[in-house]
């Protein structure tokens, strides 16, 4: 079982680079002026999105190792791993809705600001504080 834990710590630190870094792309793709900087930048968060699809699939497999395979979070006393999951559910539709907002920054159609994704930035943030609080802490 801790092979599993290390690996799902593993691969959800790798994930968590990718949502932290990929919005930081956002920011600059919204204040860049010039194109090829911006055709570079869109690249790079393309790339980026990739890579961090990979590493998300890992990441929820050995986190459903760990709840289903090893009882982790089951039984009474366990309400800490139902806020946990809903907490993952919310981060996995941030991942999908960072996609979403990639492919209106290729296409053209931003109509953000780089203020609105400096704050779009802090929801993996949040996030994660949430997550790991209430897997250490176990509050409820």
Known sequence: MLWIKALHIVFVASWFAGLFYLPRIFVN????????ATERLILMARK???FMSLLMIPALIF??????????????GNAWMHAKLAIVVLLVGY???CGVLLK??????????????????EVPVIGLLAAVVLVVVKPF
Do not use: C, Q, V
């Open 29 to 36: 793709l919204a204040m860049e002026k010039d194109a090829t």
């Open 48 to 50: 980026l999105y990739r």
């Open 63 to 76: 986190g459903l190792w760990l709840w289903l395979g090893y009882g982790i979070g089951k039984g009474p």
């Open 95 to 97: 991942h999908h809705g």
């Open 104 to 121: 209106k920054f290729e296409r053209g159609e931003n109509k953000r600001s780089h203020t609105w994704y400096r704050w779009f930035n």
